[in-house]
């Protein structure tokens, strides 16, 4: 793999899938809209979809500890690279996946990824997916990325997700869908950064079908400069459930930020809560790191790190 790849390229798989050279197990590499490399393992076979671009990632029942790599990186100006990958996951499973894309564009044209996820969760398994996204180069163009995520979720089952998005993109639109059967357990985490001129919107729709399913969304955003953001949950009780939505956002300099979290009950047993704050660093906290011997500018980064994590 080390060999097919740049030293760019290489510096933008660490940062988004945190790889240093090749990963042991199920992996999927994919770079320009083009494979790289792929490996499945005993437990989790890789294969090319037909009739559209992207993978089916078969795990089979009763897997665990086990981790599968699919990142995806672009670095030509002008490429528009869509991929379908859908996940099957067997029961009493627990697993780890990690995604993400890495954008380097140093011309003057767009560059573009939108993937489109879809997640099986068998019954009574474990998902963790980490998802990192993250944009650099010198040239003008734009890096855009637009991420679609649909998941269904069987009895019992627990997914957790973490949605990362830290500098560099140059506009975003997360679309997510989930649908939980009985028991079943999700956790939404988004962290978020833009500054300059960048755009993100994020629209969630969780529905809770089955009888003592749960949902926590959690959002932490900071927007800096004359940057916008959007935040569009939405959790519906379709039974005796349990949903709680929270946004937290830092606004600097010019920048926007709309939080509309929603919650809509089709049942007297469904339990929903929704909660939105949005404001600037609050002056005594850069005062107190300044005692400690930080500049204003490092004791701003300390606290934006912290809230980010």
Do not use: W
Request: net charge negative.
């Amino acid at each position: 793999m080390t060999e097919q790849l740049s030293a760019a390229e290489l510096d933008l798989l660490s940062e988004i899938a945190g790889m240093h050279g090749m990963p042991k197990g199920a992996f999927n590499i994919r770079r320009d809209g083009e494979l790289v490399e792929r490996n499945s393992s005993a437990n989790i076979e890789i294969s090319t979809k037909t009739g559209e671009p992207g993978i089916d990632i078969k795990i089979a029942a009763g897997t665990k500890g086990e981790t599968v790599y699919i990142p995806v990186i672009v670095t030509q100006s002008g490429i528009k690279d869509v991929v379908y990958n859908t996940f099957y996951i067997g029961e009493d499973c627990d697993v780890k996946i990690i995604a993400g894309c890495g954008i380097h564009n140093d011309g003057h044209a767009a560059s573009e990824h939108d993937g489109i996820h879809s997640f099986y969760c068998g019954a009574r398994s474990h998902v963790t997916y980490i998802e990192k996204h993250y944009g650099e180069g010198d040239g003008s163009g734009e890096r855009i990325l637009n991420p679609t995520t649909n998941v269904y979720m069987e009895q019992d089952s627990v997914c957790e997700m973490e949605m990362v998005q830290l500098r560099g993109v140059s506009s975003t639109v997360r679309d997510t869908n989930a649908e939980l059967a009985q028991g079943a357990k999700l956790v939404l985490t988004e962290k978020l950064l833009t500054h300059g001129k960048q755009t993100a919107e994020s629209n969630m729709r969780v529905d809770l079908n089955g009888e003592g399913s749960s949902v926590q969304v959690i959002s932490r955003s900071v927007a800096q400069d004359d940057s916008i953001q959007i935040f569009n949950p939405l959790v519906i009780g379709n039974t005796a459930c349990k949903g709680h939505v929270q946004c937290d956002a830092i606004i600097m300099g010019n920048a926007k930020v709309k939080a509309i979290p929603g919650i809509e009950a089709a049942s007297e047993d469904a339990m929903l809560v929704h909660e939105a704050a949005i404001g600037k660093i609050a002056g005594d906290q850069i005062v107190k790191l300044m005692t400690l011997g930080l500049t204003e500018e490092e004791a701003e980064e300390e606290i934006l790190e912290d809230f980010l994590n």
